[in-house]
Structures are given as C-alpha cells and as structure tokens.
C-alpha cells in the first residue's frame, strides 16, 4: 500500500452555507496531496456536495447505507441511490451505529455487500469499547467483527477498506498510541491474508482523535494505512494537516 487514505466523517454536523466553505477550503489546499481523501457527509447534502466535487480529486461518501436494497423501509436510503449521487465510499458499521442503532455484525456484513454490489467501496468499521480493552478482548472483538464481514463477502473482500476505530479513542481525544494502533491493524492483515491473496491490497486506516499532531505518528505504521477523521475533519486547516501528514 503507497497511497495512503484520509477521510472525513462530518457526522451529523453541517448546513449548507458551512459545507459550501469547509468544501471549498479543502479543495483549494489540496493540490498538492498525493494521498486520497474523502469526505462522507449527511444524506441530504450529497446532491450538494455532488455538484460542488464534481471533477475534483476530492471523493465523497455515505456515512450508512441500508441493508436493503429497495422497498418499505421508510428512513433508509439505498446503496443504488447513494450511487446516483456519485458516491463512492460508504461508512458501514461505525460505533456510533452499533451502539445507538443495535447494529449487529451480520447487519453490517450486509450493509458492506450492498455497498459493494453497486459499486461502492464500503469503509467497514471495527473496534472494542474500554471495557472490552480492560478485559483483554481487543483482539477476539476485532476478529469477530472483521470475520462476519469476510464471510458474508467472499472473494470481494479485496474490494473493502478497514476502519479500525477503537471505541474509547472516537469523540474523546484520546488516541490510541501507534504501537496500540499497529499490533491491531497487523492481526487484521493478519486475518484478511487467510481470505484474499493479496491483503496489502486492503486500506487499513485507524480512527479515533486523531488530529494534525498525532497524525504524522501514527501513518508511520507499518499497517496504517490511512485515517478515519472525525472532529478535525469539520475545520479545512486540520483536515489539510493530516491530508499533508499522509501525503509524506
Ligand atoms: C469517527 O467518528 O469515525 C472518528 C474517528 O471521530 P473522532 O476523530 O472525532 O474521534
């Protein structure tokens, strides 16, 4: 993996005045990266964000996508449709949907193979909470995730990008150290080389507070091979450091 991946989830932040300038800004100071950024945005504003990006070598995604692939699911919103507004990543599995939507991990394995039957590359979220941490689980939780996604997956699972996130580090500044960070991203390629022959293929990016002073550290890692931004991706000067960061 050279070209590493920064991409910003804005969560369930913005207004079309505010994206109009954090899209601008960021795509004016990004003439120089050489790493791939996107950004996944609100639902309502990928028509928006569509026309602004348009031409750019900026990417936008989806922060969800349905498991469904169309029908009476009211509130859903399709892979296919997400398709029409030229997305091309989908956040899938983040924690903030496993905790306050009961995601469970064949949902998400689900959500990754609609995603991926339309073209979409999902960003699969894994990571343990501070509990499971402190009980010596990181590992078994992380596997556990991972491997429902590969299952339902098969052969496709080239076509994925790993978040590894781990849950005490999301929203909280606190970051997980690089070496923290490594051993979990080296047993997942550990776990993806068993499914595809080529799992240097697969990003891995890490999320969790990572912001322009830790970023640099942190895709030094051997198996880091991108971030999953939150927080500082809502500010175009802290989104473009660690753009910068990854452009190394
Ligand atoms: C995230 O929401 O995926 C995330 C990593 O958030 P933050 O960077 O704010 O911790």
Redesign the pocket.
């Known amino acids: 993996m050279t070209r590493k991946w920064i991409v910003g ?1 804005w ?1 369930m932040n913005g207004s079309l005045s505010a994206n109009q300038d954090l899209l601008h800004a960021i795509h004016a100071g990004l003439s120089t990266a050489s790493c791939q950024a996107a950004v996944c945005v609100p639902a309502p504003y990928l028509a928006q964000v569509q026309q602004q990006l348009l031409g750019s070598a900026l990417w936008w995604g989806a922060q969800d996508v349905s498991a469904h692939e169309q029908g009476a699911f009211t509130g859903e919103v399709s892979a296919a449709m997400l398709r029409d507004f030229g997305v091309r990543v989908a956040i899938v599995g ?1 924690s ?1 949907r496993r905790q306050y939507h009961g995601e469970t991990d064949a949902l998400v394995a689900t959500k990754a193979q609609r995603a991926l039957a339309a073209g979409i590359t999902p960003i699969v ?1 894994v990571g343990e909470t501070l509990a499971e941490r402190e009980a010596g689980q990181t590992q078994a939780v992380v596997k556990r995730q991972l491997a429902a996604v590969i299952h339902t997956n098969g052969h496709c699972i080239s076509e994925i990008v790993v ?1 590894y ?1 781990p849950v005490w ?4 500044g606190k970051t997980a150290s690089p070496e923290q960070a490594q051993e979990v991203h080296a047993l997942l390629r550990a776990q993806l080389a068993a499914a595809t022959d080529h799992p240097e293929r697969i990003p891995l990016l890490y ?4 912001n322009a002073a830790n970023a640099a550290s942190l895709l030094a890692q051997l198996d880091i091979d991108g971030g ?6 809502l500010k175009a000067a802290d989104f473009l450091s660690i753009v910068a960061a990854a452009s190394q």
């Open positions: 989830n969560k983040h903030e979220c978040a996130e580090a999301i929203g909280t999320g969790g507070s990572m999953l931004i939150g927080g500082a991706s």
